[in-house]
């Protein structure tokens, strides 16, 4: 919900439509940094009214914010959210949130070093997803939370593949959103990796918007940095400085590093696989509002 919309928040006498206006106010104004704002607002759409007088909107409410825990650093607060979001979550209208508030549960466990209980949620959550086959951003989250897993646990070969089914699901339906989150974690991996060739690969399907989208031009600028094309990887921080609001810009994308002495010629086969996409249209207004 953008500024130009807000004041109508005043209009809405039902608890339900109100709770839900909200919601999409917290989480346009987590897309753009403004994570404060959105915490208070949080803060007060969990308290009045009740949430149990909004349906399901409580456990939006909870997995929205295990998502702005999880950015701030908080992996402890962020789990809890996540599992009461997984527990509030239960029916099929409410698949794709329960799916993202799983694969949020599964970071904030890796995060605070509970990888036997990450690994736990993961096959829960893989278990549940392949009941509900017809549902195609449940398999790209399920895919996407196995391969963040197996990756972790250096299964290096399982998290690959993992990877490329859910980015293949990601690209055919072409939902912006679901795409950018595939490939930032995918491309972070591959980068993390050092396998700089198939991470330009991936991080070319999403930069278009690295005008646009904090988490695109966070990726450029860590597979710059990790190329040593120093001009490129400041002209990408910069972008992701200007769009960051208030979430930190990590070491592995800020910190400088020593020029690699392959950077020419892997920048070169990188910067061909950036500008292909970047040819293509730019997003459309319904595109924008579906990526918040």
């Not at 009740?50 to 402890?76: C, H, M, N, Q, Y």
């Amino acid at each position: 919900v953008s500024e130009p919309f807000w004041p109508q928040r005043g209009l809405l006498a039902n608890p339900r439509s109100r709770g839900s206006f909200d919601l999409q106010r917290v989480r346009a104004l987590a897309a753009n940094g403004r994570l404060a704002a959105a915490r208070a607002l949080l803060d007060e759409l969990g308290g009045d009214p009740p949430p149990d007088a909004r349906g399901g909107l409580a456990g939006d409410v909870a997995s929205e914010r295990a998502r702005l825990d999880l950015a701030g650093g908080d992996a402890e607060a962020a789990a809890a959210a996540a599992q009461a979001a997984v527990a509030q979550l239960p029916t099929v209208d409410e698949a794709y949130e329960r799916a993202s508030a799983w694969l949020t549960l599964g970071r904030a466990l890796r995060a605070l070093g509970r990888g036997d209980d990450a690994r736990a949620e993961t096959d829960q959550f893989a278990s549940w997803a392949r009941e509900r086959a017809a549902l195609p951003q449940v398999a790209l989250l399920a895919a996407l939370a196995e391969a963040e897993q197996a990756w972790t646990e250096r299964r290096r070969d399982e998290a690959y593949r993992a990877y490329a089914a859910a980015l293949d699901v990601a690209e055919r339906w072409s939902v912006p959103r679901d795409l950018a989150t595939v490939a930032a974690s995918y491309g972070n991996s591959l980068i993390a990796d050092d396998e700089l060739d198939r991470a330009g690969a991936v991080v070319g399907r999403v930069a278009r918007w690295a005008e646009q989208d904090f988490d695109c031009a966070l990726l450029q600028a860590r597979l710059y940095r990790a190329l040593g094309q120093t001009t490129a990887w400041q002209a990408a921080l910069a972008r992701a400085r200007g769009l960051a609001g208030e979430r930190p810009i990590p070491a592995s994308a800020a910190a400088p590093r020593p020029a690699r002495p392959d950077a020419a010629a892997d920048g070169a086969r990188v910067d061909d696989r950036l500008a292909a996409p970047a040819r293509q249209r730019s997003l459309t207004q319904n595109e924008r509002r579906a990526n918040e």
